[in-house]
């Protein structure tokens, strides 16, 4: 059966920091680089973390280290009104926007928009109202699991079955484990969800990425799984490719030297554009998973095959033993498998060696 085609997902997230026209260029750079969809955050500063939040060390290392979570975060905010010059960008670029909320607030603007679908990133798998709003209001969604253990995956997918499944009982604990045995409530999440697998460090060290994760979450959930690559360079998505990957999420910059947090863990519109041609590469290698010869192949069966010869010059009525037949290409006449059907027949006319029996 022939694989679906990899998604692929040019993460602009905050690497416009705060400017629409970088934004409005990164859209045109994911879309020159041959990505599906251009990915964004859409976030309230204010409601998304508090006073005392702390950035992460990878933040501060890549921003002022004297600034707050909040006020880094308040600087790359991206305005709702610059989603719309977005949206309509990627509309004439044909390729798909796609952002990810942190507050209800957000999510509610996005769901107002009709997109097609919308991510969940990994530090909201554990926001239970979230994703029950999402799935209440029927969305198809793209959840990451960075820092998840297979049983935080569950529970976040309980919280959706019931939420998709429509169930009476409300909503709560035990409802949401009952909405997770319900085959119906799961029926709705295989048409409605997607897995990331990922691992929520900026830059991911590869010993840390667990490329198994990801194919065990798709044996125990059902679900189609992708790859959130956070790694320098993107050698690991084309793993995650070869292994089943259905997504592949990549940060997108036009500077990996950039002020910001994300940029250190991007690429850039050159590389993005070679990951896309190896992903391309690599979906036609795997193919149907059928061991029969290609056309390509079949030409070069003569020529690489051998077939039964003479290894002597034989005389009609001479009884072949086993030291009068060779292998020797070309493949065109009798397959060596019928080297031993030959043993102890008598030949009817002469042969020169290296004649095809």
Known sequence: MTRPRTLIIAEAGVNHSGSLDTALALVDAAADAGADIVKFQ?????????????KADYQHRTTDAAESQLAMLQRLELPQSAHHPLIARAKLRGIEFLSTPFDPLSLAFLLSLDLPRIKIGSGDLTN?????TLAKAGATLILSTGMATLGEVEEA???LAHGYGGSKDAPGIAAFRAAWRDPAAR???AEKVSLLHCTTDYPCPPED???????????????PVGYSD?????????AAVALGATIIEKHLTLDRNAEGPDHAASIEPDDFARMVSAIRNIEAAIGDGIKTPKNSEIRNMPIARKSLVAARPLQAGDVLGPDDIASKRPGSGRPPIEYWSLIGTTVTRPYDPEDQI
Do not use: C, W, Y
């Open 128 to 132: 239970a109202p979230l994703l029950h």
């Open 187 to 189: 029926r709705h999440l």
């Open 42 to 54: 859409t976030f309230n500063a204010k409601s998304t973390a508090g006073r005392a939040a702390r």
């Open 157 to 159: 997918l309980g919280v």
């Open 209 to 223: 990425v667990n490329l198994a994760a990801m194919q065990a979450m798709r044996t125990a959930f059902a679900l």
């Open 230 to 238: 956070h790694t320098d360079g993107f050698e690991i998505s084309l």
